[in-house]
């Protein structure tokens, strides 16, 4: 019983990081209408300048501060100069320039970097905590309780601020929204920033168990995605419960299903994925989508 | 006064021009109409105004230059557009459609105080207020959208095509609370319609438009004289 | 630029290039080292590759980013018919794999699609993001098929012995792979050109124009698919033959990404675009790690993207490109600017990458008419 609980755990924890992902991916679709591939390079990268700081001395939390500072203004310049032409597009088109962004940045991060897999300290430290019976690291706690607040911390962006309104008008009809005022444009990179923020979250928390390298978030990368998608791509509380069910499963059917084991269990999350898509296209928490020609 | 004035503006959509030099005055506290078939250039002269097409020509508003200025920079210079389809933001709520349209403004209290009162002036979106804008229906859409523009305390309202795709009887509720809005409020305001008499029940002096040049212009009574306007477009 | 249309429209240019491009291929290994006919015989494995993927992503436009899962799989069913202690006769052990690479991966393919065509796009591209991901730890699993995580070694595709002083081994592979190469082609060719090809186009364009004409969108999807798997596990088989080894890497997802990348680098729905898509995809790695290693991502990100942002059509367009860009720019130079609204909201309906041409002037335009 002990041995589940604390699979379930880690799944939560791991869920968390796909879901810090996940939510990127689901507010840069909301915001600008397409998926992109990538978000993870964005994390990645930003992460490496998390390393980077603490390298050159700087204390752990002003390292991860100054990849956020990095990383907001790289999602909102990716945005403005590469993205903008694309947006609303043709959605294809747009995989493929994400696509190309996602390589040009592991190459940027090569370049600086190197392939070579650094070591990340943990911002929760080390410790493993006894609560009764069931081993439970520190650090996983920790990457659960963040998502847990990032979470709040976005519905009430969203539904409190004159912000998170703005930012759900231009969401829903930018040009409608420019007519009152919005500024659109900025409003947009602010979108992209906000979720390349939510990457590197992701990023710093799993650094120190994936150590920190150009193809570290390219797995997270890929159930991010799977999350969102089931989730229904357009609701970041169905990323994140998605996301937190693709973590548990994922444990649980390595550690219990024999047959499946600790190198098969990752498609585990992928079979189940493509089922719930066949009984429900719009994904656990998606609307209907209602093509009008 | 003079607020708006727009000098041989031309528009285009791509390569192809589609205004052809319109010009016309809107005063302090007029309502202008813009009238014509299809297709004539009516919502276009709106779009132009607002900055969402390319523009030649000049567009003066209160005294400023605004031609080709960006449609959130012509928003906060006191212009509001309530554009054709109403651009309703049909995920948001109905009271979050309206603090949408109050965006640039800071004063919080009086902003609460004009909800109420978009909010008297459209008893159905009273009792829609918690709800999504897109389950509303097309009339209450419109008023939606008038109420969003409302909410700016604009000095000058564009209305596209209102009444399009409404009921007759919606369409004439929703230009009854327009003439309403017009005395108590006394906004400045340019009509585009297709609907000649709904149109006529608010404006003062139009325009009627013709594949994207001006056929006639004149003060409301003038244009009701004439037997093209009467036959055209009252079924004269 | 008229001219050159010209020219190409002439039948007896188009023949005497046709025997020039011919002579060019059946000479080339003669006079070429092992390692350039290597190079030459991996083109021809990507083209054949990119060729599937451009089927159903250029011309019936679903993302795919799972052709490497099929690429491996082709190359596992070879290595293992061609190896394995079954009563086949050998003549016909070659012919036989080179069925099964069709076939089976076709059938993989067939059954994937008919479950992930009914899904939106995007949920469709993930499912072929699924392809690698589940076949990499599938294929260290199955170890008496795939020879686990340290993949198989096959030497075969020997020149035949009445070839004997005449052909070396590499020289052999190599035209064992064009043909088969050439045939792929000329299979995609009549594919695309004919009935199938107009209607993958439509459901690209606009499903609910398909369905209006009766062309359903999910069973061409499915088709579309199911031949870019066929094509996949060809190329596979291919793959085996130039290359000699395979493993659980083959079916990386890199590759995946890196064909997409090279498809339309080289040029989208199109069948000229993919032998330039592969020239691409074999040489510049090689020629970028030599020159630094470190650089080769960063330089495939930049061409990519440099490329979908000025020359969207890939490389294939370039002189139709060059021809539109030189056209506007003495347009400018003409008539007086309009005075457009700078920087401002993006509007719907660009439906094309093209659409960036239209985006550059600065000014977004509002499609929808009064």
């Not at chain 3, 072929?128 to 294929?139: F, K, Q, S, V, Y």
Request: aromatic fraction near 8%; charged fraction near 15%.
């Amino acid at each position: 019983m002990a041995y589940f609980i604390q699979l379930v755990i880690e799944g939560l924890a791991t869920g968390s990081i796909y879901g810090a992902l996940a939510l990127a991916i689901v507010l840069v679709n909301r915001a600008t209408g397409l998926i992109n591939f990538a978000q993870g390079g964005m994390a990645v990268l930003s992460t490496f300048v998390a390393y980077g700081l603490f390298q050159a001395g700087a204390p752990l939390p002003l390292a991860i501060l100054g990849a956020v500072v990095f990383a907001f203004v790289l999602g909102a310049a990716l945005e403005r100069v590469l993205i903008r032409p694309f947006e609303r597009g043709d959605p294809d088109t747009a995989v493929v320039v994400t696509i190309g962004l996602f390589v040009l940045l592991g190459g940027v991060a090569a370049f600086f970097f190197g392939y070579e897999p650094r070591q990340f300290p943990s911002f929760f430290g080390t410790t493993t905590l006894d609560l009764g019976g069931v081993f439970v690291s520190l650090r996983s706690l920790g990457t659960i309780v963040v998502l847990a607040v990032v979470v709040v911390l976005l519905q009430l962006l969203f539904r409190g601020t004159k912000l998170g309104l703005a930012m759900r008008a231009v969401a829903d009809n930018p040009q409608s929204a420019s007519l009152s005022g919005l500024p659109v444009s900025r409003l947009l990179m602010i979108g992209w920033g906000l979720a390349s923020v939510l990457g590197v979250v992701a990023g710093v928390l799993v650094a120190p168990q994936l150590f920190v390298s150009p193809g570290m978030l390219d797995f997270v990368l890929v159930y991010a995605l799977a999350a969102a998608i089931l989730g229904g791509l357009d609701s970041p509380l169905g990323a994140v419960v998605a996301a937190w069910f693709i973590g548990v499963i994922e444990n649980l059917a390595g550690a219990y299903i024999d047959v499946i084991g600790n190198d098969l269990k990752i498609a585990v999350p992928f079979v189940v994925m493509i089922i719930i898509l066949i009984v429900r296209p719009q994904g656990l928490f998606g609307r209907k989508v209602v093509v009008r020609v | 006064m003079t607020l708006l004035e727009l000098e041989g503006v031309t528009a285009s959509y791509g390569h192809a021009e589609v205004l052809h030099g319109i010009s016309f005055q809107v005063g302090e506290n007029d309502a202008f109409g813009i009238l014509g078939a299809n297709g004539a250039g009516k919502t276009t002269t709106l779009r132009a105004i607002s900055g969402m097409v390319p523009t030649g020509g000049r567009i003066t508003f209160d005294g400023t230059d605004i031609t080709g200025f960006r449609p959130d920079r012509v928003a906060a210079l006191g212009i509001a557009h309530v554009p054709e389809g109403r651009g309703t933001l049909g995920d948001l709520s109905v009271r979050d459609n309206l603090r949408v349209g109050a965006y640039l403004r800071t004063d919080r209290k009086a902003v609460a105080e004009d909800i109420e009162l978009c909010l008297d002036l459209f008893p159905n979106l009273r009792e829609r207020v918690g709800s999504n804008a897109s389950a509303l229906s097309g009339g209450e859409q419109q008023m939606l959208a008038i109420s969003r523009a409302i909410m700016a305390r604009p000095r000058l309202i564009l209305l596209d095509e209102a009444s399009l795709g409404l009921a007759p009887s919606t369409a004439q509720n929703v230009y009854r609370a327009i003439k309403r809005l017009r005395s108590e409020q006394g906004v400045a305001m340019v009509v585009v319609e297709q609907n000649a008499m709904l149109a006529f029940s608010v404006v003062d002096h139009a325009i009627v438009l013709e594949t994207g040049s001006t056929s006639l212009a004149g003060t409301r009574d003038e244009l009701l004289g004439l037997d093209e306007v009467r036959r055209a477009y009252l079924g004269g | 630029m008229s001219t050159l249309t010209k020219l190409s429209a002439n039948l007896w240019v188009r023949i005497a290039f046709g025997v020039v491009v011919a002579a060019v291929l059946i000479v080339a290994p003669l006079i070429s080292s092992k390692f350039v006919n290597y190079q030459l015989g991996l083109i021809a494995v990507f083209a054949v590759a990119i060729l599937g993927l451009n089927i159903v992503m250029g011309y019936a436009g679903q993302v795919s980013l799972g052709q490497s899962a099929f690429l491996g799989l082709g190359a596992y069913i070879a290595a293992y018919f061609v190896t394995a202690d079954l009563p086949i006769p050998d003549e016909l052990r070659l012919p036989i794999s080179l069925l099964l690479c069709a076939i089976i991966p076709a059938a993989v393919g067939l059954v994937v699609a008919l479950a992930a065509a009914r899904l939106r796009g995007l949920a469709l591209a993930m499912v072929t993001i699924a392809l690698p991901i589940i076949g990499i730890p599938l294929a260290k699993r199955f170890r008496e098929f795939t020879g686990g995580a340290q993949g198989t070694t096959v030497s075969w595709l020997r020149a035949p012995d009445w070839t004997e002083g005449i052909l070396e081994n590499d020289q052999w592979r190599y035209y064992v792979v064009v043909v088969i190469a050439l045939l792929m082609f000329l299979l995609a060719r009549n594919l695309v050109r004919g009935r199938m090809g107009r209607a993958f186009r439509i459901v690209k364009e606009n499903e609910a124009v398909a369905v209006a004409m009766g062309i359903s969108p999910y069973r061409y999807k499915v088709m579309a698919f199911t031949i870019a798997s066929m094509f996949g596990g060809v190329a596979g088989f291919m793959y085996l033959g130039i290359v000699q080894y395979t493993s659980p890497e083959t079916l990386s997802f890199h590759t995946s990404i890196n064909m997409v990348a090279a498809m339309v680098i080289g040029g989208s729905a199109s069948i000229l675009g993919t032998i330039f898509g592969a020239i691409y995809f074999v040489l510049v790695p090689s020629l970028a790690n030599e020159v630094n290693p470190s650089l080769t991502a960063l330089f495939s990100g930049a061409i990519l993207l440099a490329v979908l942002f000025l020359v969207p059509g890939g490389v294939v367009s370039l002189p139709r490109r060059i021809a539109q860009v030189t056209r506007r720019l003495a347009r400018r130079r003409g008539a007086p600017a309009p005075q457009y609204p700078s920087d401002q909201a993006p509007a719907p309906a660009t439906t094309r990458p093209e659409s960036t041409e239209k985006n550059e002037e600065r000014g977004k335009v509002n499609d929808e008419l009064p």
